[in-house]
């Protein structure tokens, strides 16, 4: 058990829908990524945030959309949903490796991802 | 800028034989380098990390991997497979970005042990 939770881990719902995905980070991770993996992509980072901030921006879809709120758990929006969206959606967590310093090693704890179906 | 490729989309070994996966990064600065596993319908689990320490890395679960700066690869080993290693598993390397790291991976190694 990584100590990252998201919910939920099963998804399935339609095209031009809207879904929420939703991370807790480990206790006392300040940053949170989010990465979608399909069979054609491969792990693919989406967006990373640290202590609510927005911090660094991958290949995430305009359709797609992320906050970290203030108890640090993050949600990830997916909107006008297409087929090719259907992936897992893994949400990550870890913590800076020094004091002021919001750089790391980059090591990261996954949760067990929330697959959606989009049909 | 850093990447990360691994060479073989899919291995197969028998039961008891070497494991090696291949995996070569690229990077215009000191890499720090990973090794993650994935497991049936799990998460990834890292398995090890190389922080410019020692360059021979050991891990969990018997895995090893060398840091060799020359060849720029990070190969990984495991002397004996068991069947419970059979897994997809991912190099991945940090990438600086604005002061900030994110971790890139590579296409993932599918493992499959036979008996």
């Known amino acids: 058990d990584s100590g990252v939770t998201q919910t939920p881990k099963h998804l399935i719902t339609a095209t031009g829908q809207r879904v929420t995905l939703r991370c807790s980070p480990r206790?006392?991770?300040?940053?949170v990524y989010w990465y979608q993996q399909s069979l054609d992509q491969g792990l693919q980072f989406l967006i990373q945030?640290?202590?609510?901030?927005?911090?660094a921006k991958g290949n995430i879809l305009e359709r797609f959309s992320a906050q970290q709120f203030p108890d640090l758990h993050s949600e990830l929006n997916l909107s006008s949903l297409e087929l090719g969206d259907s992936a897992l959606y893994f949400c990550?967590?870890?913590?800076?490796?020094?004091?002021?310093?919001?750089?790391?090693?980059?090591?990261?704890?996954f949760g067990e991802g929330s697959r959606l179906t989009v049909l | 800028a850093q990447s990360v490729t691994q060479l073989g989309s899919h291995v197969s070994v028998s039961e008891g034989a070497l494991v090696l996966l291949r995996c070569n990064y690229s990077?215009?600065?000191?890499?720090?380098l990973f090794w993650y596993v994935q497991y049936p319908n799990q998460g990834l689990q890292l398995l090890l990390k190389?922080?410019?320490?020692?360059?021979l890395v050991k891990g969990i679960n018997g895995f090893e991997a060398e840091f060799k700066k020359s060849e720029t690869s990070f190969h990984l080993t495991k002397p004996s497979a068991h069947m419970s290693d059979a897994a997809e598993y991912f190099c991945?390397?940090?990438?600086?970005?604005?002061?900030?790291?994110?971790?890139?991976f590579g296409a993932g190694t599918r493992l499959a042990v036979h008996p």
């Open positions: 990550a967590s870890n913590r800076p490796s020094g004091r002021n310093r919001v750089t790391d090693t980059g090591e990261l704890f």
């Open positions: 206790s006392g991770d300040l940053s």
């Open positions: 945030y640290y202590n609510g901030e927005e911090r």
């Open positions: 990077s215009s600065v000191p890499p720090y």
């Open positions: 190389y922080t410019s320490a020692a360059t």
């Open positions: 991945a390397v940090t990438l600086a970005a604005g002061g900030y790291n994110k971790l890139i």
